[in-house]
């Protein structure tokens, strides 16, 4: 990013000023409506559509220091929570900038570190009231005017026909219908199946009608009516959140499907509230995010439909695999049990051959090739090794290698290998002129499904392979689109391959504009997380800044309170009388610099979604809060009447502006105040690794050089 330290001032904190830079170039990604962002390569000319802080963090060029540490940064937070690295680079930016403000006052390093450290623990700790377990969520979802019973819609019919049936798909909504039409979904016989199919909804598909939902044809009771329906709401107002050639919403109504769908099942009360809640529970954590919302509802309905048999976790997201087709509107996303992959076109021709056909099944933990060792492999000793990669092609004992490993499928009657690593491509070959497929790359967790409803157990090498490792059941076949349109993908073509009640889940993710790929594929896995740690942490935060709010409340009040003589325990603390009163001295400019950084963070999510005008109308309306809580006598009180309500910092134009009160927004927990703590803890390891490079012995001899203007001396 060559303009990005263009400004650098070198009199100041150059870390500092490098992490604020460099923070500024995502302040677009704030909030439920990101703005996505074009990253050009001057070098190529070739550009990358981002929209999030891990891409675009990713995307930069970060040769410095600085921005080394905040690449770990952000990337330790994507590899913990998925979600919170946009909020992590904000603060980052606006509380570097705060420092450095406070550096031009003459404020002490020592004072920064300590009395901002304190503070965000005081926050902490007094945001605890806003936190919201997950039970009390879903009862307060199911009871209030959320529960799915505004819109009625008609069902569709599930009739008598084969599991080996190559057409047993659902199908979506493409164009608009009316709410009196359906969603039409192709028969089966399997329970799984069945059952699956009639929670799967399609997540474009129509906006501004009514999603169907399904029951069996066997069910003549009003489970729909009675437990689960569509709330829908139109947008009067049309909003430009980005290009209109990525835009996702062709018409300026949209429908939200809030249901959990397990309406069809026993229609009791009690449980029921339970399901509703968690199916809405993923509502409210998807902040907008409509198409990954309805997916990760059918995923959470079927897999609560297998909990209730077996007694399994209600949410398992290791049970969730994506996989992504170019060439399809986003409306034909969807959810399907089993595995979809892409092949070569060679082992289509395979593929077409085993359809309908039941297959025998082997899974490899590890490389499928000639020279793979597994991890802990001990070489031999005294053994001299002349040459270690013999060519397959030239050497015999490459032939050799290849032929025994095929003998060995044979023998076996083995159809189907799936591969945790890399497959050798002579043996690829040779397996599919023996027709068998072989498929590379898959994941442990994919192996692990296929294990427990095959009976198949893994093997690392294949000369491992017994009669009891290989599984059977598998059945494997071309993946359609809903309409029963068969996909050409040039290079590569989808297939399915499915068990009979296999837990794996398979999210198709689909789009026709190449750029948005890994985008919407992000927005998923941003969303699933969200709900796993929502239920991991079993309670929430009240959203739509709500938490934000009140800690900028708490630490204005902490900032007005009078100054008051170093205590005992601070002399103690920092070993030092002079440090101890200088943090006290400096207590209140502190403070107000840690709390620019969440009341910059209010106004901008407030302009990005489009809720104010501009930063000066945000800041008035985040005033006007404060104002109102500290008349109020208890911030906290005030901001949960108002989040009750729906009237905290709430516009007209958020994505869910149109339902009133009828949605609340909530945060994770431990990922939110995790970024908090990540982001201050990188600004102050920067600011103190700077100050002890300006400030080293060899101050005096610095200050008589003639780089003296470079530095700034404390």
Known sequence: LPMAFRDVNARRHIGLQQLSSLALAGRTLLGPMKSCKFIVDESTNQSTLI????????????SSAAGQLLNETIQAQNKEFKTGMSTLLFLIGAWSNAILECLQQNVPVSAIVSVMSEGLNSCCERVQCLQISIHDVNKELCSSSVRPNAFKSKTCQIGPDSLLNPQNFPYFQKDILAPEEVIPINSCSHQDDCNFNKCLVSPLAGFGSIAS?????????????????????????????????????????????????????????????????????????????????????????????????????????????????????????????????????????????????????????????????HLGFN???????????????????????????????????????????????????????????????????????????????????????????????????????????????????????????????????TTTVPSKMQLIEDRFWTLVYRLHHALNDEKVFLGGGAVELLCLSHIQMLAEQPLQPANKNAVKEF?????????????????????????QYLSLVLC??????????????????????????????????????????????????????????????????????RALDLVLLVLQTDAEIITGPKRNQLLNSHVSSEFMFL
């Open 575 to 599: 070993h030092n009388p002079w440090l101890a009163a200088s943090a006290t001295e400096y207590k209140s400019v502190v403070l107000q610099a840690l709390a620019s950084g969440w009341k």
């Open 213 to 373: 939902l399904v029951k069996p044809a066997s069910d003549k009771s009003t489970s729909v009516s009675s437990g689960s329906s569509v709330i829908t709401s139109s947008c009067n107002k049309q909003k430009l959140t980005h290009s209109r050639y990525f835009s996702t919403l062709g018409k300026s109504h949209f429908s939200s499907q809030q249901g959990n769908f397990q309406g069809y099942l026993s229609g009791q009360s009690a449980d029921a509230c339970e399901c509703y809640g968690l199916g809405h529970l993923a509502v409210t954590l998807s902040h907008g995010n409509q198409a990954s919302m309805k997916l990760l509802q059918s995923i959470v309905a079927y897999q609560q439909e297998r909990a209730e048999g077996s007694g399994s976790s209600q949410f398992n997201i290791a049970e969730i695999v994506t996989c992504c087709l170019l060439g399809l509107p986003e409306s034909y996303s969807c959810v399907f049990p089993g595995l979809v992959t892409l092949v070569s076109p060679e082992q289509a021709t395979v593929i077409k051959y085993f359809e309908d056909k039941p297959l025998r099944i082997l899974l490899m933990d590890g490389d499928l090739t000639e020279q793979y060792r």
């Open 51 to 62: 929209c999030s802080a891990v891409r675009l963090i990713e995307s930069l060029d970060l």
């Open 379 to 509: 070489r031999p000793c005294n053994v001299r090794t002349i040459l270690e990669h013999p060519s397959l092609q030239e050497g015999r004992a490459g032939d050799l290698w290849l032929s025994s490993m095929l003998d060995i499928l044979i023998s076996f009657e083995v159809n189907l290998v799936l591969v945790k690593g890399n497959v050798c491509e002579n043996l690829m070959e040779r397996c599919i002129a023996n027709s068998i497929l072989v498929i590379g790359s898959v994941t442990r967790d994919v192996l692990r499904a296929f294990g427990e409803v095959t009976s198949a157990q893994p093997v690392t090498y294949l000369t491992q392979v017994n009669a009891a490792c290989v599984g059977s059941g598998a059945q494997v076949e071309l993946w359609k689109a809903c309409d029963g349109r068969a996909m050409d993908l040039g290079e590569l073509v989808p297939v399915r391959i499915k068990v009979r009640g296999i837990p794996l889940l398979t999210a198709v993710l």
């Open 608 to 677: 990005n979604t489009a809720k104010a005008a501009s930063v000066l109308e945000a800041c008035t309306l985040v005033d006007h809060h404060l104002k109102k809580a500290a008349d109020c006598g208890s911030p906290s009180a005030y901001i949960l009447k108002e989040f009750r309500r729906g009237d905290l910092l709430r516009g007209g134009s958020g994505p869910f502006a149109d339902h009133g009160d009828s949605l609340k927004v909530y945060d994770n927990v431990t990922a939110k105040t995790e970024a908090w703590r």
